[in-house]
């Protein structure tokens, strides 16, 4: 059964940074692309930015275009997602999602696996 872990959410004024970090068990984390996700209060969940099973191929939202980078490690069988300048309308529940595929997906329909979120709260 695969299972994500995100870890290294939390509070951090305005301009801060935060490393949030996935770790993948139960398959061939390799094998398969990860993106990750984020849903504010009262909102739809969107999509952040994602990777494909090797690191050539990266897909990231223009909302946090030029600030946030995704990243894979696949010997640790962990994705992160490193977030700079963090503003205040980054406030969300951060989700770390697994594909079935090699190509990462924009959308939440092209993942099958979710992690429980992570919060980050970026105050004013």
């Known amino acids: 059964q695969v299972q994500l872990v995100e870890s290294g959410g939390g509070l951090v004024q305005a301009g801060g940074s935060l490393r949030l970090s996935c770790a993948a068990s139960?398959?061939?984390?390799?094998?398969?692309?990860m993106g990750w996700f984020r849903q504010a209060p009262g909102k739809e969940r969107e999509f952040v930015a994602a990777?494909?099973?090797?690191?050539?191929?990266?897909y990231t939202a223009d909302s946090v275009k030029g600030r946030f980078t995704i990243s894979r490690d696949n010997a640790k069988n962990t994705v992160y997602l490193q977030m700079n300048s963090l503003k205040p309308e980054d406030t969300a529940v951060y989700y770390c999602?697994?594909?079935?595929?090699?190509?990462?997906?924009?959308?939440?329909?092209?993942?099958?696996?979710w992690g429980q979120g992570t919060q980050v709260t970026v105050s004013s």
């Open positions: 990777i494909a099973w090797f690191p050539g191929i990266i």
């Open positions: 139960g398959r061939a984390f390799s094998n398969y692309a």
């Open positions: 999602a697994s594909s079935e595929r090699r190509s990462p997906a924009t959308q939440i329909e092209g993942y099958d696996y």
